[in-house]
């Protein structure tokens, strides 16, 4: 069965998307007004009340990013775009100066942040024998109204003094060598662990919480999201790359036209004003401006008009796009690359270390050198929580999904197979160890299972682990995992691992960590011995089947049409 998710009532208690009052409290992805005219009509431009923003107008409530049965509320379908913009801003943003002083006065269109607002965080893995590192960048989306037209396309003009949520996350990791690259994305309503972050302009000072990750944003800005997705990964991250939906119009535009393509009429509108206003005949279309924005944020009328359908039409669009731009299709005109210059860099915000547009342009180089054939998008595998009301990382298949990354393996499974490199040996002996165990079972619906570190700690103690301490703070953690601080520390942390039977991606490597520490995650609620986990296979070369991959040069994929909404 496909996954979805649920969203509720802030207030109290989730509530299904079948509830009675739950189009009143904004279920829905917006109304589209039917003057007449269908969307695609010459002339036909959305009225005041249609919903084209990228944000949804609502706040920070976890379970907002999808719901069974019915996916996201309004905001998670039109995401994606800021993500083309930001792919765009990095491919040809470099090509649309005539001179260095044009180069000067984009770098001045772009805004700065700190990488990282939670301390060092993860090391940078060490270059290979040849002296190259893989490059792993953050790309986020933001739903902030800051400006006039920020409101306008945005609209809920209610949350013009909200700080903005990060509803967009996607890691794109490119190999060491260039040869491949991968994107993740995960659900903008997963819950998980986000670290002490300090804002740097008004050095306040969030302590650590368990919350949906797009709550990350608030807490000091990007640099804290880019916090949370280390702690969450283990996956060191170089740099991340923001923008919120001004001048994202224009940059479908520039484009030209993005083909894609549906297996049957469809029109995503029904009687109760449901669906983007999409309408398309079977086969392909070039689509650009609001017809693109419609297709991205269509949910009615794909698939099983949830969240699931809508992601992989997304997915399908960004892949199309790469394919043109690395055509050049449309985008040989001086004009149209400044103005497009112009709408990117003045929609970015990048980290200190990426903060000129020659970097902008010597990073696009790189991205340039991957083949479509080896680009591979995915989501994190992902479940509900156990009353439906939020998202967590799928036990094993996520961790799977993110250890072929810090382990620089194609999510694609077509890299040549290699000896992996033994691990190294422990340096403490056992009964010297020091380690923290701690309780991560915290779960605001069901509520800690009492005395889990006791129990581990215990057994730590049985397998000569003398030294093992235990930490009476809970906290809230999908997985379990052990985290060292340095290299050195690796081999003692492997073989713990080893000892209790946890898989090998269950070892990070932090910074922030003050000495080995177990959290024993969710995913082990009972007993001493630790679960077998699906996604734990030893050797696993690509992503698994539920991270629902969708290669870049895959021309002939076709969106299914729901039946309820085609003509």
Same mark, same amino acid.
């Given at each position: 069965?496909?996954?979805?998710?649920?969203?509720?009532?802030?207030?109290?208690?989730?509530?299904?998307?079948?509830?009675?009052? =739950?189009?009143?409290?904004?279920?829905?992805?917006?109304?589209?007004?039917?003057?007449?005219?269908?969307?695609?009509?010459?002339?036909?431009?959305?009225? =005041?009340?249609?919903?084209? *923003?990228?944000?949804?107008?609502?706040?920070?409530?976890?379970?907002?990013?999808?719901?069974?049965?019915?996916?996201?509320?309004?905001?998670?379908?039109?995401?994606?775009?800021?993500? +083309?913009?930001?792919?765009?801003?990095?491919?040809?943003?470099?090509?649309?100066?005539?001179?260095?002083?044009?180069?000067?006065?984009?770098?001045?269109?772009?805004?700065?942040?700190?990488?990282?607002?939670?301390?060092?965080?993860?090391?940078?893995?060490?270059?290979?024998?040849?002296?190259?590192?893989?490059?792993?960048?953050?790309?986020?989306?933001?739903?902030?109204?800051?400006?006039?037209?920020?409101?306008?396309?945005?609209?809920?003009?209610?949350?013009?003094?909200?700080?903005?949520?990060?509803?967009?996350?996607?890691?794109?990791?490119? *190999?060491?060598?260039?040869?491949?690259?991968?994107?993740?994305?995960?659900?903008?309503?997963?819950?998980? $662990?986000?670290?002490?972050?300090?804002?740097?302009?008004?050095?306040?000072?969030?302590?650590?919480?368990?919350?949906?990750?797009?709550?990350?944003?608030?807490?000091?800005?990007?640099?804290?999201?880019?916090?949370?997705?280390?702690?969450?990964?283990?996956?060191?991250?170089?740099?991340?790359?923001?923008?919120?939906?001004?001048?994202?119009?224009?940059?479908?535009?520039?484009?030209?036209?993005? /083909?894609?393509?549906?297996?049957?009429?469809?029109?995503?509108?029904?009687?109760?004003?449901?669906?983007?206003?999409?309408?398309?005949?079977?086969?392909?279309?070039?689509?650009?401006?609001?017809?693109?924005?419609?297709?991205?944020?269509?949910?009615?009328?794909?698939?099983?008009?949830?969240?699931?359908?809508?992601?992989?039409?997304?997915?399908?669009?960004?892949?199309?796009?790469?394919?043109?731009?690395?055509?050049?299709?449309?985008?040989?005109?001086?004009?149209?690359?400044?103005?497009?210059?112009?709408?990117?860099?003045?929609?970015?915000?990048?980290?200190?270390?990426?903060?000129?547009?020659?970097?902008?342009?010597?990073?696009?180089?790189?991205?340039?050198?991957?083949?479509?054939?080896?680009?591979?998008?995915?989501?994190?595998?992902?479940?509900?929580?156990?009353?439906?009301?939020?998202?967590?990382?799928?036990?094993?298949?996520?961790?799977? +999904?993110?250890?072929?990354?810090?382990?620089?393996?194609?999510?694609?499974?077509?890299?040549?197979?290699?000896?992996?490199?033994?691990?190294?040996?422990?340096? +403490?002996?056992?009964?010297?160890?020091?380690?923290?165990?701690?309780?991560?079972?915290?779960?605001?619906?069901?509520?800690?299972? *009492?005395?889990?570190? =006791?129990?581990?700690?215990?057994?730590?103690?049985?397998?000569?682990?003398?030294?093992?301490?235990?930490?009476?703070?809970?906290? $809230?953690?999908?997985?379990?995992?052990?985290?060292?601080?340095?290299?050195?520390?690796?081999?003692?942390?492997?073989?713990?691992?080893?000892?209790?039977?946890? /898989?090998?991606?269950?070892?990070?490597?932090?910074?922030?960590?003050?000495?080995?520490?177990?959290?024993?995650?969710?995913?082990?609620? *009972?007993?001493?011995?630790?679960?077998?986990?699906?996604?734990?296979?030893?050797?696993?070369?690509?992503?698994?089947?539920? =991270?629902?991959?969708?290669?870049?040069?895959?021309?002939?994929?076709?969106?299914?049409?729901?039946?309820?909404?085609?003509?």
């Amino acid at each position: 069965m496909r996954q979805s998710s649920v969203r509720g009532d802030r207030s109290r208690r989730r509530r299904r998307p079948d509830a009675p009052d =739950a189009q009143e409290l904004g279920w829905d992805d917006g109304v589209y007004e039917d003057k007449g005219l269908p969307p695609d009509a010459p002339g036909w431009t959305p009225s =005041a009340g249609d919903d084209t *923003s990228f944000g949804d107008g609502d706040g920070p409530a976890e379970g907002d990013g999808h719901r069974k049965g019915g996916g996201p509320r309004r905001g998670k379908g039109r995401k994606v775009l800021r993500w +083309t913009s930001l792919t765009l801003a990095v491919l040809i943003v470099g090509g649309a100066g005539a001179g260095y002083w044009y180069y000067e006065h984009l770098n001045a269109n772009l805004r700065k942040a700190p990488r990282s607002l939670a301390g060092d965080g993860l090391k940078k893995p060490d270059p290979n024998a040849f002296g190259q590192s893989p490059l792993n960048i953050l790309l986020l989306g933001s739903d902030g109204r800051n400006s006039k037209k920020n409101i306008e396309l945005g609209g809920a003009r209610q949350d013009a003094d909200r700080k903005p949520l990060a509803d967009v996350q996607m890691l794109l990791h490119v *190999s060491a060598d260039r040869s491949n690259m991968s994107v993740i994305s995960i659900p903008r309503d997963t819950r998980v $662990t986000i670290p002490q972050c300090t804002d740097p302009k008004t050095h306040k000072v969030y302590p650590q919480t368990s919350a949906a990750i797009n709550q990350s944003l608030q807490h000091g800005g990007p640099g804290c999201t880019l916090a949370t997705w280390q702690e969450l990964t283990g996956i060191y991250i170089d740099h991340f790359m923001m923008v919120d939906f001004s001048g994202v119009v224009d940059m479908a535009d520039a484009i030209g036209g993005v /083909p894609v393509c549906v297996d049957n009429n469809v029109y995503s509108h029904d009687s109760k004003g449901h669906g983007s206003g999409l309408k398309l005949t079977k086969g392909t279309h070039s689509v650009k401006g609001v017809q693109a924005l419609q297709w991205l944020r269509t949910r009615y009328g794909f698939e099983d008009n949830t969240d699931i359908g809508r992601a992989k039409a997304q997915h399908m669009y960004m892949n199309s796009m790469v394919r043109q731009l690395k055509k050049g299709t449309k985008l040989t005109d001086p004009g149209q690359l400044r103005d497009l210059a112009e709408a990117a860099t003045k929609a970015l915000t990048v980290d200190d270390g990426l903060d000129t547009v020659k970097k902008l342009y010597d990073l696009g180089s790189d991205l340039n050198r991957v083949p479509a054939k080896r680009l591979t998008m995915v989501t994190m595998p992902w479940q509900y929580s156990p009353d439906e009301s939020y998202v967590m990382p799928k036990p094993g298949d996520a961790d799977a +999904t993110f250890a072929l990354l810090r382990n620089d393996t194609a999510l694609d499974g077509k890299d040549k197979k290699k000896k992996p490199a033994p691990d190294p040996k422990p340096s +403490t002996p056992k009964g010297q160890l020091k380690v923290v165990v701690q309780n991560g079972t915290n779960s605001t619906v069901n509520g800690p299972v *009492s005395g889990r570190a =006791a129990v581990i700690q215990q057994r730590l103690s049985g397998l000569g682990y003398t030294a093992a301490s235990t930490d009476s703070a809970l906290t $809230t953690q999908a997985d379990t995992t052990v985290t060292y601080r340095d290299k050195g520390q690796r081999g003692d942390a492997l073989a713990l691992a080893k000892a209790l039977g946890l /898989p090998k991606g269950a070892v990070r490597e932090s910074s922030s960590a003050t000495g080995m520490r177990l959290v024993v995650g969710s995913d082990w609620r *009972s007993g001493a011995a630790y679960p077998k986990q699906s996604g734990d296979e030893k050797g696993a070369d690509k992503a698994p089947e539920s =991270a629902d991959a969708l290669n870049g040069e895959d021309s002939k994929a076709c969106m299914k049409v729901n039946p309820q909404y085609s003509f």
